[in-house]
């Protein structure tokens, strides 16, 4: 079959979260099976086999107690210099019920992916691979999501009909983007959350886009918000808590959240297969380089945050972003689920205080 001819991250800051809250074992629509994720997948695939989307980032760190997780991993043999997202997101599987099994991104995600699949899959949990393929080969990517929709079973015609759902959904926070960038409405935070949440529809895209359609009417009734400072968010989403918060004391807006706002797959299109093509998140940097550069002219971003986890490959991204793009970054590093450290703060602010005399 082929789908070629007809395509958090985290409450834990000190706003009271506003999207539903998941528990360790989310609820499951109509009782259907849930299906793990370790990181954005073909959602469309799993919610046309009539299964729940699960994304085990989501739920890790909207879990009541994070970093509970994170040492469970540790007391069982995970080390200690290794990225606390693949421990939470080990301990989080672990924990939940009704997972049927869990899709692992091996190529377009994470170095530490691929160890994290076996020993899942050593305590038996059932693992579907799946792969982007590097050079954005799209007869590969084609044969990548037909072979998933085949192992669980979706229809063609269903993908298809599910992702044109979707795509009313995708449009609406691109709607909410625009309130935070264009329109000054909506808080960085508020992006944020909405944003990292379309990589599974929290598990149910009619709820999500009810609660969605809510925020959207209270938000264009909002009056515009104020700030002195403009910045971007690049990165994976934060293990700490409190960013967004303390931007917002110091007179800064979070305008932009790079790997989040990929998440809602900007810009929309008709091919599925094209869709995740230009998803720039599992492929080479200089995607992202090119989104963040378009978008820091766009949104007319005076310097970027630049966030990074301890033990992640992804910091060395941190040379290219500075040699490529022309404006202050700032880079933070978070290890542990907790609050922002005093030192960051500091460094934040001496940021934005440069940002604003400027
Ligand atoms: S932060 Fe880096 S190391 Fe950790 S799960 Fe994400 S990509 Fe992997």
Known sequence: MSFTLPHQYNSHDSQEPYLAHQETSPARPLGRPLVGMSTSVPVEVILAAHRCPVDLNNVFINS????ALINEAEAMGFPRNMCAWIKGIYATAMAMEGLEAVIS????????VLGLSEILGERGIRIIPFEYPPDRDKARLAWQMDKLAETLGAAPTDVIKVKSRLDSIRAKLIRLDELTWRENKVTGFENHMHLVSSSDFNCDPDTFEAELDDFLVQAMAREPLAHRVRLGYVGVPPIITGIYDYLEELGAAVVFNEVQRQFAMPPQSHDIIEQYLKFTYPYDLFGRVHDIGRAVAQRQ?????HYTQSFCYRQVHDIIF????DLPILTIEGDKFGPLDNRT???????????GDQ
């Open 64 to 67: 009541p107690n994070p970093r």
């Open 105 to 112: 991104v091996i190529q377009g995600d994470c170095s530490n």
């Open 301 to 305: 971003i005076h310097g970027l945050i």
């Open 322 to 325: 500075r040699e490529r793009l």
């Open 345 to 355: 703060k500091m460094r934040l602010e001496a940021f934005v205080d440069v940002l």
